[in-house]
Structures are given as structure tokens and as C-alpha cells.
């Protein structure tokens, strides 16, 4: 059976455990609450999900050819938090550690890079960890989304599951999404219509192309004219939602690119000693057989993990540099 390709949703994942994670911080006042949390993250992948490729696809600069479209896309967001920006280096220290390598591309969102990296991989099972609703749209029977939950796990969602949750198929994901917008991309949806309106008409017309191709089709008169009438937003939307799987130059024509090594047990240990993770170091320890007797530094007193929760703000700016 072929290797599984695992791809992880870079700044989705370290957002996730920033937020899920709060007030924890070393004896030097340091934030450490992500970097515990992708130390717990990156085990749980390395003892559950172990497997000879796989890769962490980062954000870089802004999607120029989004950009192009709508110059104010996602410019809602905030910026990075500070505490949360001090840890990226160490983040990226860690991830490297456990022996992921690194995908990106300036001027491509994560999202396309894992599009194409899915597509291009397509032939082995792909599992692409992000809770993202437009990576909805490449999913197959061999391409399935790992969507982390509130208790550490995962939900696989194949086809099946994409269209339980969304009510439409895979292959109509874009409509979907561009009938409703998305806020947090700064992307509007046509007014008055929501998901069960969106899947509706979907189910009951087709897509986008359509409705407008033939909008009498749209029994609901009112509902008719709102999409007519944001035909131009739409059209955009789609181009907007849709995913870019030509990149030129693939980081990954490299198969090293991709391929997962052996975590550095050693440098591990020392990044868990100096940013005194003691449960963390604890783990490494155990998995990597040491038998270094020295004595657990003394960790300052640090306040229980919260759940993440349910109001948790959108994602800041990603385009804002470091």
C-alpha cells in the first residue's frame, strides 16, 4: 500500500494551539503556550501517524493574484499577536526537529500549495490536517481532511462527510462558499442567503454558472433576483474561493521536499530544557530511550490548558511579515 502523504495547515495548526493553550510561560517570562502546544501536536503525529512523507505548508507574502481581485481581502484581520510572533522562530526550530520539512512559495496562501501538493500526489493517500472549509473542495476518496477536535483527536472527512456537514458535494464547494462569503476573508456572500439557502439552491438548480445561466430555474422570486443581481460578486467569489494548483517552480519536484525524517532527539531534549516544557521533555525522553539522569530544571508554575473556545477570534493577519 503506498506511503500516506500528510500535509498540515502550517499557521492553522500553531493559531489553534496559541489560542488553545493561554498564560503558559517559562521561568523567564517567555511565552511558551504554542510551542508547547506543537510539541504536543507534533508527537501525537509522530507516535499515531508515523509515515515516511509528509510536510508543514506555510503562508508566505500576499496572493497576488487575490490581491488583483480584491484588493481588501483579508484585510479585516488583525496582526499577529506579539506573544504569539516570538515563537514562530522556535516553532519552526521545533517542527524542523521533528523531521518536518517546510513548504512554501511567496505569494501562495498555504491552502493552494496543499491543493496542488494533493493533486500532484493524488495517486497515494493524501491526509491534509486543517479544519479550513475551502480545502473542502479537493477532497476525494483519497484525499480526506484530518479536522482537529476539542479533545486532541482528529475527524476524517472523506466525501461522505463533506457532504453530511455542508449538504452538497465536494465538487460544488465553491459555489457554496461563494454564495455565503466567508468574514473572516473579507469575502461577501450574497445578502440574506446561508448555508441551508446556499445548499438548497445548489441541490435544486446546480451551481453558480447555473443559476445564472438559466436564473428562472430559482422557484423563490426574491431569491432570484438577489442572485441575479450579485452575479458580479459572485462570479468573483468563485476565482476568489477557487484554490490554485498551478505553481511554477514546485518546491516539491524535490522529493526530499516532502519526505519526513527521523526526529533529532537530542535537539528535541535541549529545546524542551530550555524552554522548560518538563511534561514535553518527560515524552522525548521516553521515546528516544535516554538515559540523561540530570535533574529536571525547576519550572515556574504555569496555568492549566483551557479549551479552546467557542468565540475564539478569527485568525490575525498572515501577510503582515515578521
Same mark, same amino acid.
Given at each position: 500500500?503506498?506511503?500516506?502523504?500528510?500535509?498540515?495547515?502550517?499557521?492553522?495548526?500553531?493559531?489553534?494551539?496559541?489560542?488553545?493553550?493561554?498564560?503558559?510561560?517559562?521561568?523567564?517570562?517567555?511565552?511558551?503556550?504554542?510551542?508547547?502546544?506543537?510539541?504536543?501536536?507534533?508527537?501525537?503525529?509522530?507516535?499515531?501517524?508515523?509515515?515516511?512523507?509528509?510536510?508543514?505548508?506555510?503562508?508566505?507574502?500576499?496572493?497576488?493574484?487575490?490581491?488583483?481581485?480584491?484588493?481588501?481581502?483579508?484585510?479585516?484581520?488583525?496582526?499577529?499577536?506579539?506573544?504569539?510572533?516570538?515563537?514562530?522562530?522556535?516553532?519552526?526550530?521545533?517542527?524542523?526537529?521533528?523531521?518536518? =520539512? !517546510?513548504?512554501?512559495?511567496?505569494?501562495?496562501?498555504? /491552502?493552494?500549495?496543499? %491543493? &496542488?501538493?494533493?493533486?500532484?500526489?493524488?495517486? *497515494?493517500?493524501?491526509?491534509?490536517?486543517?479544519?479550513?472549509?475551502?480545502?473542502?473542495?479537493?477532497?476525494?476518496?483519497?484525499?480526506?481532511?484530518?479536522?482537529?477536535?476539542?479533545?486532541?483527536?482528529?475527524?476524517?472527512?472523506?466525501?461522505?462527510?463533506?457532504?453530511?456537514?455542508?449538504?452538497?458535494?465536494?465538487?460544488?464547494?465553491?459555489?457554496?462558499?461563494?454564495?455565503?462569503?466567508?468574514?473572516?476573508?473579507?469575502?461577501?456572500?450574497?445578502?440574506?442567503?446561508?448555508?441551508?439557502?446556499?445548499?438548497?439552491?445548489?441541490?435544486?438548480?446546480?451551481?453558480?454558472?447555473?443559476?445564472?445561466?438559466? =436564473? !428562472?430555474?430559482?422557484?423563490?422570486?426574491?431569491?432570484? /433576483?438577489?442572485?441575479? %443581481? &450579485?452575479?458580479?460578486?459572485?462570479?468573483?467569489? *468563485?476565482?476568489?474561493?477557487?484554490?490554485?494548483?498551478?505553481?511554477?517552480?514546485?518546491?516539491?519536484?524535490?522529493?526530499?521536499?516532502?519526505?519526513?525524517?527521523?526526529?533529532?532527539?537530542?535537539?528535541?531534549?535541549?529545546?524542551?530544557?530550555?524552554?522548560?516544557?518538563?511534561?514535553?521533555?518527560?515524552?522525548?525522553?521516553?521515546?528516544?530511550?535516554?538515559?540523561?539522569?540530570?535533574?529536571?530544571?525547576?519550572?515556574?508554575?504555569?496555568?492549566?490548558?483551557?479549551?479552546?473556545?467557542?468565540?475564539?477570534?478569527?485568525?490575525?493577519?498572515?501577510?503582515?511579515?515578521?
Amino acid at each position: 500500500m503506498p506511503d500516506t502523504l500528510f500535509l498540515i495547515d502550517a499557521y492553522a495548526q500553531i493559531y489553534r494551539g496559541f489560542y488553545a493553550v493561554r498564560y503558559l510561560s517559562n521561568s523567564r517570562g517567555e511565552p511558551t503556550n504554542a510551542v508547547f502546544a506543537m510539541a504536543k501536536f507534533l508527537l501525537r503525529m509522530h507516535k499515531e501517524y508515523p509515515g515516511e512523507h509528509g510536510a508543514f505548508v506555510f503562508d508566505v507574502g500576499k496572493p497576488a493574484f487575490r490581491m488583483e481581485l480584491a484588493p481588501d481581502y483579508k484585510a479585516n484581520r488583525p496582526p499577529m499577536p506579539e506573544e504569539l510572533k516570538s515563537q514562530i522562530p522556535i516553532l519552526k526550530e521545533l517542527i524542523e526537529a521533528f523531521g518536518w =520539512p !517546510e513548504v512554501s512559495r511567496e505569494g501562495y496562501e498555504a /491552502d493552494d500549495l496543499i %491543493a &496542488a501538493l494533493a493533486e500532484d500526489f493524488g495517486s *497515494q493517500p493524501v491526509r491534509i490536517v486543517s479544519s479550513d472549509k475551502d480545502i473542502h473542495q479537493v477532497v476525494t476518496d483519497n484525499i480526506n481532511m484530518m479536522v482537529p477536535d476539542r479533545k486532541g483527536g482528529f475527524e476524517i472527512r472523506g466525501p461522505e462527510e463533506v457532504r453530511k456537514k455542508f449538504e452538497v458535494d465536494t465538487c460544488r464547494i465553491v459555489d457554496y462558499l461563494s454564495l455565503i462569503g466567508d468574514a473572516s476573508d473579507n469575502i461577501p456572500g450574497v445578502q440574506g442567503v446561508g448555508p441551508k439557502t446556499a445548499a438548497k439552491l445548489i441541490n435544486e438548480v446546480g451551481g453558480i454558472d447555473d443559476m445564472l445561466a438559466a =436564473p !428562472e430555474k430559482i422557484s423563490n422570486v426574491k431569491l432570484r /433576483d438577489k442572485i441575479v %443581481a &450579485a452575479a458580479d460578486i459572485l462570479r468573483k467569489n *468563485q476565482k476568489l474561493v477557487t484554490l490554485k494548483t498551478e505553481v511554477e517552480n514546485k518546491p516539491w519536484d524535490d522529493p526530499a521536499a516532502v519526505t519526513r525524517r527521523e526526529p533529532d532527539w537530542a535537539a528535541l531534549e535541549k529545546l524542551a530544557e530550555h524552554y522548560e516544557l518538563k511534561s514535553i521533555l518527560k515524552e522525548i525522553r521516553e521515546l528516544s530511550g535516554s538515559d540523561n539522569d540530570m535533574e529536571l530544571f525547576n519550572q515556574a508554575p504555569a496555568q492549566e490548558s483551557k479549551p479552546e473556545p467557542e468565540d475564539k477570534p478569527e485568525q490575525p493577519d498572515l501577510f503582515g511579515g515578521f
